[in-house]
């Protein structure tokens, strides 16, 4: 599906795309979005899981704005390569 796939290429732009269009997954699971989140976790990609968990919960516009302006999408040091410096 469509919200799977951006989710696991990191896409944020097209997950919100997405989930505005009322967009569905493989296998919602208890939050809806099971799948996605875990394709999105699987790859680095938490901003984008992030968004899923946030919209699940009923925040349908999630503010992603501390992502766009730092860069720091794995949300650990802005490195990108987390505490313990591997990637």
Same mark, same amino acid.
């Given at each position: 599906?469509? #919200?799977? &796939?951006?989710? *696991? !290429? &990191?896409?944020?732009?097209?997950?919100?795309?997405? #989930?505005?269009?009322?967009?569905?997954?493989?296998?919602?699971?208890?939050? &809806?979005?099971?799948?996605? +989140?875990?394709?999105?976790?699987?790859?680095? !990609?938490?901003?984008?899981?992030?968004? #899923?968990?946030? !919209?699940?919960?009923?925040?349908?516009?999630?503010?992603?704005? *501390?992502?766009?302006?730092?860069?720091?999408? #794995? &949300? +650990?040091?802005?490195?990108?390569?987390?505490?313990?410096? +591997?990637?």
């Amino acid at each position: 599906m469509a #919200l799977d &796939g951006a989710a *696991e !290429h &990191g896409r944020l732009d097209t997950v919100q795309l997405l #989930l505005n269009s009322a967009a569905t997954c493989m296998e919602p699971g208890t939050t &809806g979005y099971d799948s996605t +989140i875990q394709f999105a976790k699987n790859n680095w !990609h938490f901003a984008v899981a992030d968004v #899923l968990l946030n !919209h699940s919960n009923g925040i349908a516009d999630a503010d992603v704005s *501390e992502y766009a302006m730092t860069g720091d999408f #794995l &949300g +650990i040091d802005g490195t990108g390569l987390g505490t313990a410096g +591997i990637f």
